[in-house]
Antibody
Framework: QVQLQESGPGLVKPSETLSLTCTVSGDSISSYYWSWIRQPPGKGLEWIGY???????NYNPSLKSRVTISVDTSKNQFSLKLSSVTAADTAVYYC????????????WGQGTLVTVSS | DIQMTQSPSTLSASVGDRVTITCRASQSISTWLAWYQQKPGKAPKLLIY???SLESGVPSRFSGSGSGTEFTLTISSLQPDDFATYYC????????FGQGTKVEIK
């Protein structure tokens, strides 16, 4: 059974960089696509971006200038960096596995709340 | 960018009701659409992919249809466990989610 677990600081100061890591167990990260999605409190889902194990990425155009997603196949992990955060970036951040060619999501992490506040 | 619009935003229904949720795309996405169910405090769960393919383990009372720009998710007989928020997602060009439809108890 595939499991994903997000980790990282729950509180980030405005203008700083949000950094999260997703650890994958039960499957090799060297296949499928691996994604980050976020959900502001009480609101809907927003796709941030995804990465293939080879390192190729695709980002939401509205966030592209601030987002970097990377993969570490040796640790079976992938990571998210979101720079210059503001209060609008406060959300539950989910890591997830997407099926081939970056299509639909079949496995999700439990999510982690990141609050942007001084 | 492809925009996804769900309707209604909120739906009040009773156990046993047939429920239909609509998702419209701002341009054609063929059948590159998925549906998810989300309960409070939980991650979304995949129900349907490629517009009408039922994910393994999902009850057969859930079904999806549509192509191009208009899609529907139908619950044939609403069960207590089905009260949740439902999202559509297009994956034809990048990814976009609909704003969600909350199914609440009437």
């Amino acid at each position: 059974q595939v499991q994903l677990q997000e980790s990282g600081p729950g509180l980030v100061k405005p203008s700083e960089t949000l950094s999260l890591t997703c650890t994958v167990s039960g499957d090799s990260i060297s296949s499928y696509y691996w994604s980050w999605i976020r959900q502001p409190p009480g609101k809907g889902l927003e796709w941030i971006g995804y990465i293939y194990y080879s390192g190729s990425t695709n980002y939401n155009p509205s966030l592209k200038s601030r987002v970097t997603i990377s993969v570490d196949t040796s640790k079976n992990q992938f990571s998210l960096k979101l720079s210059s955060v503001t209060a609008a970036d406060t959300a539950v951040y989910y890591c997830a596995r997407a099926q081939v060619l970056g299509t639909y999501i079949d496995y999700w992490g439990q999510g982690t709340l990141v609050t942007v506040s001084s | 960018d492809i925009q996804m619009t769900q309707s209604p935003s909120t739906l009040s229904a009773s156990v046993g009701d047939r429920v239909t949720i609509t998702c419209r795309a701002s341009q054609s996405i063929s059948t590159w659409l998925a549906w998810y169910q989300q309960k409070p405090g939980k991650a979304p769960k995949l129900l349907i992919y490629k517009a009408s393919s039922l994910e393994s383990g999902v009850p057969s009372r859930f079904s999806g249809s549509g192509s191009g720009t208009e899609f529907t998710l139908t619950i044939s007989s609403l069960q207590p466990d089905d009260f949740a928020t439902y999202y559509c997602q297009q994956y034809n060009s990048y990814w976009t989610f609909g704003q969600g439809t909350k199914v609440e108890i009437k």
